[in-house]
């Protein structure tokens, strides 16, 4: 499987930190892929917001891009970047939609572009438990987590094809097989954080971030985490806005789960981006190591 | 506003039904007005229409009070909506398909959140890749509220969250990103449209 | 032969798309046709008259009628051609409505339509042969299938009537789904004490027989004369000796089994008489738990029972009975509302199902009547009540309304504030469907009286808030506004479909069910107990949704059914089945086991095997006949000769 990898703005600016974490996890596990050669924006929310043709047309430059390059598959650590890929390659097998966006292309569409996946699904696809559990060196386990999707990784669901709409646990189970044992069942996980409100409409994401903060706060969860970019600006960068509407001071953690897996493989802490967070997660590295501690002396003392 | 009582026989345009029906394509009249949609919806509080008087308002066939609301700007195209709609029904794309109905008439009823999107895209115009700081700038200029997001700046710049140089793609990518969207504006133009 | 052919206005239904005068006037150009006409409405009185009329005045041998469907008014213009003469079967009947009138637009293509379907008509008629019908003995016994209230009133009312009753239950005890119910609406009366004495009253009937624990496993025959094989479970105690003491119960060690009669709201014990009203008032051992039984080690029950009633060899015993009809009362069960992932998908312990709240509000339930929550066991203070919860969701298919949730989630909010006055309930409701005798003003006094707060709006999401409460996520429609509840418990109105295992049983029984399990009646105005298959009846919530004083009309009506038919000695058979020619059977034996209802066996004729069919057990399906490859079966009234003719016919046009 040739696998193109479709990185996203965000991950060479806000989200830097998934894109380092996201590269040492596939890394460790032997996933490679090679970046699409001159991707570009897949237009976010604003160009669906404007225009399903202009949306379609960023995107499928981008799959053409990736098929050029013999990619049979796209992977992505953004959802908001996949659901616009999908949805695009969806609504070009309409061949009205199709010759419209096709007038903005600088080449004709191809009838057959590649599949788009999330980076998580992909892991979660070519890897079992077992698998992951092998390069595991520092256990999650005891860590309280909070997983937290989004709205976009899971619906529509015949699209984004993420297991159920309303409980996915593809993140429970690759979180698992780091050994987290305290991964906390989040009713909140697809309730939407405020999505890309936060520029023009604060309200709209302090006040779904401050739910979902306060909720995590209430379960004692050590740190929450997510797998969308726009997820963790809101919820990490925007956690005092978020405060601030709910009158209270949040000070929770909030890990992309491909830096709490590079945790568990052992990876370097800069290489991860954590220092890249804006709630320090200093807590969350240091209850990890301290139960590593803790296991490793208790079975010493046994040994 | 409108006159009241509202009279909904001279109030009424079929043909915006349709359309609307074409263009999402989904059947408001299965809408049953249980209201889930607003039950659930992360932007409720901002809407002037919740989302299930939207899917009314549709049913009857009042175009200019749907196309003059504010909620299809504010809906954050989460689809929890479309999720849980009893009669499935995809609310989310009723609501952007009255956006998009109603950029292209030129009513823009919340400015700032027009402004917003183009300023994104227009950096993703110049450089084919969205330029965070470059977005906040121009929107800042344009929506005249400089001092959006002050309060995030120190910590976002000392992380190096935003960068403040653009991510320009190499081989003349953005140039190609470029001509689809001057291809997208001179067809909105050559149409009469708001691009 | 001499054909006279009548086409029917159906008022507009027909005419208004048919030239009614044109199909009747082409009629007259085909073979035999002596005489065609056209007429207002066939099937009224003067109708039926003017054929009549006809028959007597052009000498007629044979009559079609093109009007409807053959479903409704076929037998209706049997007994019209019977009145003047004819043999029933000298008549056929062409679909021009449902067929033509109804399903197309064009006069012109619809009107050549009804020409040709007539003209089939006319060439299978001229092929037809007088039938006769053969009468035969029935055994005036009934079958009642499911003990719920629909079911006890059937069985009541046909023992009443002198007839001997055979009343099946699956479960350890009679009462259905209202043996669970704490009060009834409108009336607010106790479910127990009303529908108790009518269970006492089946137990001691001397006309019925009832089978707990049992199961139908098996059907054959024909009306008046079922063969009906009843699976008597292994209950492992001899319900000879046992005397309901309760001895058993009380020692048994096994304590932790989940209690099916409290809709797990509790626990019990392996051994265990349901509820104190049970009937019969038996105790029984659910082999899964039982230590005995898993473990070979225990024997307890038996060691303290003063009658020595327990037996852990016993195994299913099948019966054999003979009865003459049968009525199905098999109720309903709730849908898997954990489908709701959003409404935490049955993982959070204060959301419960509405049965689940009967019980707790039940006096003889497993708090004793005292509302609690699963969870703490605390007192709530704010009960959230949502409705339609898998009913008229399109999205999980289930359009259907439930029909009596409106009713009992209202009544539930009213007892609510009986148990404990300082609580406030809120329901949310899409529409409040309140149609019974008074249950809008009961729905009303729910409001006004009891301080209800009803918000029109569906719920989005339900999840704990981590304090121990729960916040519901709704909205008011008639506010436009979203709306948030933190409450203590939620109770879902959960939509109904057919009983598990309905579908089985309607294919053993044969008759239809729809999508979701329910019986199709034989008519869904005009023959609304009835179904295809004579003599098979239905009762209550089976049959479609229902609350209980229809289930218990409904019981009555199928009983009413049940006497008419057996006020009869003799029945007669359809003859309209299959007949062996042996001079073209090969003895292949296809036609005996591709029959449904084992109505074709072996014999020897002359010497050589044949195969035979069984006038009184063929259905007259045709399977058979399209199965034989010597075509030496033939199924009167619709032969190869008669069917041929129809097409061949056809293909003239």
């Not at chain 3, 629909?150 to 699956?170: R, S």
């Not at chain 3, 959070?348 to 929550?373: F, K, M």
Request: aromatic content about 6%; proline content about 5%.
């Amino acid at each position: 499987m040739n696998i193109g990898y479709y990185p996203g703005c965000s991950a060479k600016g806000s989200s830097l930190d998934y894109e380092l974490s996201s590269a040492a996890v596939c890394r460790e596990l032997g996933l490679v892929s090679s970046e699409i050669t001159d991707w570009n924006c897949c237009g976010s929310t604003p160009a669906h917001a404007i225009s399903s043709e202009l949306s379609a047309a960023l995107c499928t430059r981008n799959l053409m891009q990736a098929s050029k390059q013999g990619a049979d598959v796209v992977m992505t650590p953004c959802p908001s970047c996949l659901s616009n890929l999908l949805h695009a390659k969806e609504r070009m097998k309409n061949p009205e939609f199709r010759k419209r966006v096709d007038e903005l292309l600088d080449e004709p569409s191809k009838e057959d572009l590649p599949e788009a996946t999330s980076v998580m699904q992909m892991i979660g696809r070519m890897y079992n438990t077992g698998q992951i559990a092998a390069h595991v060196k520092m256990s999650l386990a005891g860590l309280r987590i909070a997983p937290y999707y989004g709205c976009l990784m899971s619906r529509p669901a015949d699209l984004m094809n993420f297991g159920d709409p309303e409980n996915p646990t593809l993140m429970e189970s690759l979180l698992a097989a780091c050994g987290a044992t305290d991964i906390l069942d989040f009713p909140l996980k697809t309730e939407c954080c405020g999505a890309a409100s936060g520029i023009p409409h604060r309200p709209l994401s302090s006040v779904n971030s401050g739910r979902i903060l306060e909720l995590a706060t209430r379960m004692e969860a050590d740190c929450i985490a997510v797998c969308c970019p726009l997820c963790q600006m809101n919820l990490d960068l925007r956690q005092k806005q978020a405060g601030r509407q709910a009158k209270t001071r949040f000070d929770m953690p909030v890990l992309y789960y491909t830096q709490l897996m590079g945790l568990a493989f052992g990876c370097d802490e800069k290489e991860l981006g954590l220092d890249k967070l804006i709630a320090r997660p200093d807590k969350v590295v240091d209850k990890i190591k301290a139960l590593n501690t803790a296991v490793r002396e208790a079975q010493g003392g046994k040994a | 506003m409108q006159d009241s009582p509202l009279n909904i026989v001279r109030g009424r345009d079929v043909s915006f039904i349709k359309e609307v029906e074409a263009e999402s394509g989904q059947n408001v009249s299965n809408c049953y007005q249980c209201g889930n949609c607003t039950a659930g919806c992360p932007a409720a509080f901002t809407y002037d229409m919740q989302a299930n008087q939207v899917m009314r308002a549709v049913q009857l066939g009042l175009k200019d009070q749907v196309l003059h609301s504010k909620s299809i700007w504010m809906c954050l195209s989460c689809s929890t909506c479309s999720l849980r709609c009893p009669n499935n029904i995809d609310v989310a794309s009723v609501m952007e398909t009255l956006r998009h109905m109603a950029r292209r008439e030129n009513i823009v009823a919340v400015p700032r959140m027009d402004k917003f999107w183009m300023s994104f895209l227009n950096t993703v115009q110049a450089f084919g890749r969205s330029f965070e700081i470059g977005t906040m700038v121009l929107y800042m200029l344009r929506s005249l509220r400089l001092t959006t997001d002050v309060d995030l700046a120190p910590s976002a710049l000392s992380k190096g969250k935003l960068g403040f140089k653009p991510h320009v793609i190499p081989d003349g990518g953005a140039k190609a990103v470029g001509r689809i969207f001057k291809r997208y504006q001179e067809r909105a133009k050559r149409e009469g449209v708001r691009p | 032969m001499r054909i006279g052919v009548f086409v029917c206005h159906c008022g507009s239904n027909i005419a208004g798309t048919v030239d009614c005068k044109a199909a009747a006037e082409s009629a007259l150009a085909l073979p035999d046709v002596v005489y065609a006409t056209d007429l207002m409405y066939t099937c009224a009185e003067p109708g039926q008259a003017a054929i009549e009329q006809a028959i007597h005045d052009y000498n007629l041998t044979g009559v079609v009628v093109a009007s409807c469907s053959p479903r409704m008014h076929e037998p209706t213009f049997r007994r019209t051609v019977e009145r003047a003469g004819l043999n029933r079967y000298m008549f056929e009947m062409a679909n021009i409505r449902e067929h033509v009138s109804w399903i197309g637009k064009d006069m012109v293509a619809n009107t050549n339509k009804a020409c040709e379907l007539i003209g089939m008509a006319v060439a299978k008629l001229r092929n037809n042969r007088p039938l006769y019908a053969q009468r035969f003995d029935i055994t005036k016994s009934v079958l009642v299938i499911g003990g719920g209230v629909a079911g006890i009133q059937a069985a009541l009312d046909c023992a009443d009537g002198g007839i001997p009753v055979i009343l099946v239950e699956k479960e350890p005890t009679i009462g259905g789904k209202m043996a669970k119910l704490d009060k009834t609406f409108p009336t607010v009366d106790c479910s127990a004490c009303i529908l108790g004495p009518k269970m006492v009253d089946v137990a001691q009937h001397p006309n019925i027989t009832l089978y707990a624990c049992s199961e139908v496993d098996d059907i054959t025959g024909y009306v008046g004369n079922f063969d009906v094989k009843i699976r008597r479970k292994a209950t492992y105690v001899d319900w000879s000796k046992c005397t309901g003491c309760g001895t058993c119960t009380e020692k048994c060690p096994s304590k932790k089994v989940p209690d099916r009669f409290n809709e797990n709201m509790g626990l019990t014990t392996a051994i265990n008489i349901p509820f104190p009203q049970a009937i019969p008032k038996r105790a029984s051992i659910n082999p899964q738990y039982c230590r005995k039984l898993t473990t070979g080690k225990c024997g307890i029950c038996a060691k303290v029972c003063p009658t020595k009633a327990i037996d852990y060899t016993m195994k299913d015993e099948i019966i054999t009975v003979k009865v003459g009809s049968v009525i199905a009362a098999t109720g309903y069960d709730l849908m898997d509302w954990t489908v709701y992932q959003e409404y935490g998908g049955g993982k959070y312990p204060d959301v419960i199902t509405s049965l689940q709240y009967e019980r707790l509000l039940n006096a003889s339930g497993p708090t004793g009547g005292h509302i609690v929550r699963p969870s703490d066991g605390k007192e709530p203070k704010k009960v959230v009540f949502i409705q339609c919860v898998g009913s008229r969701d399109k999205s999980i298919g289930r359009p259907l309304c439930s029909g009596f949730c409106c009713m009992y989630t209202a009544k539930q909010a009213v007892l609510t504030k009986d148990h404990i006055p300082d609580s406030q309930s809120y329901v949310f409701y899409m529409d409040i469907r309140a149609v019974g005798k008074l249950y809008d003003e009961f729905t009303r006094r729910a409001i006004e009286e009891y301080g209800t707060e009803y918000i029109r709006g569906r719920v989005s999401k339900i999840y704990p808030d981590g304090n121990g409460q729960y916040v519901v996520c709704g909205v008011d429609t008639l506010l436009g506004q979203r709306i948030e509840v933190t409450c203590d418990l939620v109770v879902l109105a959960v939509g109904i479909e057919a009983s598990h295992g309905a579908s089985h049983l309607a294919e053993k029984l044969r008759i239809s069910y729809d999508q979701y399990g329910f019986f199709l009646e034989g008519h869904p105005k005009l023959r609304p107990v009835e179904t295809n298959t004579a003599g098979v009846f239905l009762a209550g919530v089976c049959q479609g949704t229902k609350d209980i004083p229809s289930s218990v009309a409904q019981g009555s009506a199928a009983a009413a059914k049940v006497l008419a038919l057996f006020s009869r000695d003799k029945l007669e058979n359809d003859p309209q089945i299959a007949h062996v020619n042996p001079a073209r059977c090969v003895a292949c034996g296809k036609c005996i086991r591709c029959c449904p209802f084992g109505a074709i066996k072996e014999e020897t004729f002359r010497g050589q095997l044949k195969a035979k069919v069984i006038d009184t057990v063929c259905q007259g399906c045709g399977i058979c006949t399209s199965t034989c490859p010597q075509g030496a079966i033939q199924l009167s009234h619709a032969t190869d000769n008669e069917i041929l003719a129809e097409v061949n016919l056809l293909c003239q046009y």
